[in-house]
């Protein structure tokens, strides 16, 4: 086992000579145990660049490369079966906030359970046809399709033209460091102002403040139909015109496409990950409650709706804090591990603005009802957790960036130096790197407790919306992100096991759970 050694300022565990030699030897094992579990599964993030799509293919492909974690749609099959059903999903999401619905089914939305369920039970027949009819009739519209082009426009043009420091994302087992300018504060910021501008409550009255409800459902088809070609797109390009050495074939067509055949691509020096994952998904949802909290202002005669502001508030500022720690989320596995497929950028397209939203945008036709006093109480719920959140993804951040020299919560820190190897594919040279694991802090508390307070905040903005009155369809965002971030949890976990062995094992020793203490 690791012995404790006093370091000055800080303690951190050391592996004695004979083990780090050890775990040296063993680094080959671990990477061909991560390629023969990404053969039997699905894509690794980091494959080869070999464009085949036949056994021997995947076999070469996998064992060249792999992020030290599978990945894909065999590593979680409820996951999979819900990608399956999404664009459908996502279209009937969208109709079931919209006026059509509101004014063909009146207060059915509101009743899942007590009359949409009981009715669907009583004739299978009728209500799965009806379910086709409603999700088929959200179709793309023109102002929807100019809406989201010109939102687009606006992010690429915010993208190119705003400074900022450059940034580096970790180094992948290719050698390839992702660079990026950390002008993300900047962005929020100038688009939110260019927003406002050009809406009717600015100098420019180019259109509606709420216009992002009354285009929503045209825009999500719009954005399905769209994200279908684009994730095609990504397949090809990441098979034969691949931006890194971090790419290659699963073997399998549709593998290709759901979990995606390149990490890190780019078109013109543009970050395809980062411009549709944070400039135009996040933007789309930060900007999205507050034009909700307008349109639901000016259809109830100019009356507020306490649950959905401090909602449409607390998401901005979340979000606010997700710009100031977009560079935190360049270094998270959503970037480093999984690939540009239709798992993450059809979800970032599509899922995120008709799912994350879905809380707010209910709200619009259907009132929360709260009193200002209990909608102020869980805002400060919602508050209190968004700030936490960042706290933790601060904390972890200084920690790195001074290397463990810091005191973490007044005292020198308990971390593990946990060494790894990259291999040079072209001339088959390993380099020895090492990373520092905190398991101090919030960090000592669980190995992610800042996701802890990431659902603590997505469940008061669900409960804003008020299911007591509103019924449970409020609550499928929070519920969602739940299973989201437990799975991921767990395949964080799984990656770190395969990258860092033993030095692992001790880590999770010291901190035994994944999200909440004593519980998970």
């Given at each position: 086992?690791?012995?404790?050694?006093?370091?000055?300022?800080?303690?951190?565990?050391?592996?004695?000579?004979?083990?780090?030699?050890?775990?040296?030897?063993?680094?080959?094992?671990?990477?061909?145990?991560?390629?023969?579990?990404?053969?039997?599964?699905?894509?690794?993030?980091?494959?080869?660049?070999?464009?085949?799509?036949?056994?021997?293919?995947?076999?070469?492909?996998?064992?060249?490369?792999?992020?030290?974690?599978?990945?894909?749609?065999?590593?979680?099959?409820?996951?999979?079966?819900?990608?399956?059903?999404?664009?459908?999903?996502?279209?009937?999401?969208?109709?079931?906030?919209?006026?059509?619905?509101?004014?063909?089914?009146?207060?059915?939305?509101?009743?899942?359970?007590?009359?949409?369920?009981?009715?669907?039970?009583?004739?299978?027949?009728?209500?799965?046809?009806?379910?086709?009819?409603?999700?088929?009739?959200?179709?793309?519209?023109?102002?929807?399709?100019?809406?989201?082009?010109?939102?687009?426009?606006?992010?690429?043009?915010?993208?190119?033209?705003?400074?900022?420091?450059?940034?580096?994302?970790?180094?992948?087992?290719?050698?390839?460091?992702?660079?990026?300018?950390?002008?993300?504060?900047?962005?929020?910021?100038?688009?939110?102002?260019?927003?406002?501008?050009?809406?009717?409550?600015?100098?420019?009255?180019?259109?509606?403040?709420?216009?992002?409800?009354?285009?929503?459902?045209?825009?999500?088809?719009?954005?399905?139909?769209?994200?279908?070609?684009?994730?095609?797109?990504?397949?090809?390009?990441?098979?034969?015109?691949?931006?890194?050495?971090?790419?290659?074939?699963?073997?399998?067509?549709?593998?290709?496409?759901?979990?995606?055949?390149?990490?890190?691509?780019?078109?013109?020096?543009?970050?395809l990950k980062r411009f549709i994952n944070c400039r135009f998904s996040m933007t789309f949802w930060q900007l999205a409650g507050l034009s909700f909290t307008y349109r639901s202002y000016t259809l109830h005669g100019n009356a507020l709706d306490w649950g959905l502001l401090f909602s449409a508030v607390s998401q901005y500022l979340y979000l606010f804090k997700f710009f100031m720690w977009e560079m935190g989320y360049m270094r998270s596995i959503d970037i480093i591990v999984d690939r540009a497929g239709f798992e993450i950028q059809w979800g970032c397209l599509v899922w995120v603005p008709a799912v994350y939203t879905l809380h707010s945008r209910f709200l619009v036709l259907h009132p929360s009802g709260l009193s200002f006093a209990a909608a102020a109480a869980l805002f400060a719920v919602s508050v209190a957790s968004v700030a936490l959140n960042y706290a933790a993804d601060r904390e972890r951040d200084v920690f790195r960036a001074t290397g463990g020299k810091g005191l973490v919560w007044g005292k020198a820190p308990t971390f593990i130096t946990a060494t790894y190897t990259v291999v040079d594919r072209k001339t088959g040279a390993e380099t020895a790197k090492t990373s520092l694991l905190l398991a101090s802090g919030f960090w000592g508390v669980a190995r992610h407790f800042q996701y802890f307070f990431e659902l603590a905040a997505a469940w008061s903005w669900c409960l804003l919306a008020n299911p007591a009155v509103n019924g449970v369809v409020p609550l499928f965002y929070a519920a969602f992100l739940t299973s989201l971030l437990i799975d991921r949890a767990s395949r964080d976990s799984k990656k770190c096991h395969l990258k860092y062995g033993k030095y692992y094992e001790e880590y999770c020793r010291l901190v035994p759970y994944k999200i909440v203490p004593g519980l998970y």
């Open positions: 086992r690791p012995v404790i050694t006093k370091v000055p300022g800080a303690r951190r565990f050391v592996l004695p000579p004979a083990q780090r030699n050890a775990v040296k030897m063993s680094t080959g094992a671990r990477k061909r145990s991560a390629a023969k579990a990404n053969g039997q599964g699905a894509a690794a993030a980091n494959g080869s660049s070999s464009n085949g799509h036949g056994k021997q293919a995947a076999k070469e492909t996998y064992a060249e490369g792999t992020n030290w974690v599978a990945g894909g749609l065999e590593a979680n099959p409820y996951f999979f079966a819900l990608i399956v059903a999404a664009p459908f999903l996502s279209l009937l999401l969208s109709y079931l906030t919209s006026v059509e619905m509101h004014t063909a089914h009146p207060g059915l939305a509101t009743a899942p359970l007590t009359a949409m369920l009981p009715a669907c039970v009583a004739d299978l027949r009728a209500c799965a046809g009806g379910v086709l009819d409603a999700g088929l009739s959200v179709v793309p519209t023109v102002p929807a399709a100019q809406f989201i082009m010109g939102f687009m426009g606006v992010a690429l043009v915010l993208e190119r033209v705003l400074p900022g420091a450059r940034e580096k994302g970790p180094e992948t087992l290719t050698g390839h460091v992702p660079v990026y300018v950390d002008n993300g504060v900047a962005h929020c910021v100038a688009f939110t102002a260019l927003f406002w501008a050009g809406s009717n409550l600015g100098p420019g009255k180019f259109y509606d403040f709420g216009i992002m409800f009354d285009v929503f459902p045209g825009s999500v088809a719009f954005l399905n139909l769209f994200g279908l070609v684009f994730c095609l797109f990504l397949t090809l390009k990441g098979l034969y015109f691949p931006s890194t050495q971090d790419c290659g074939s699963s073997g399998s067509w549709v593998k290709d496409y759901l979990w995606g055949t390149e990490l890190y691509p780019r078109v013109f020096g543009l970050d």
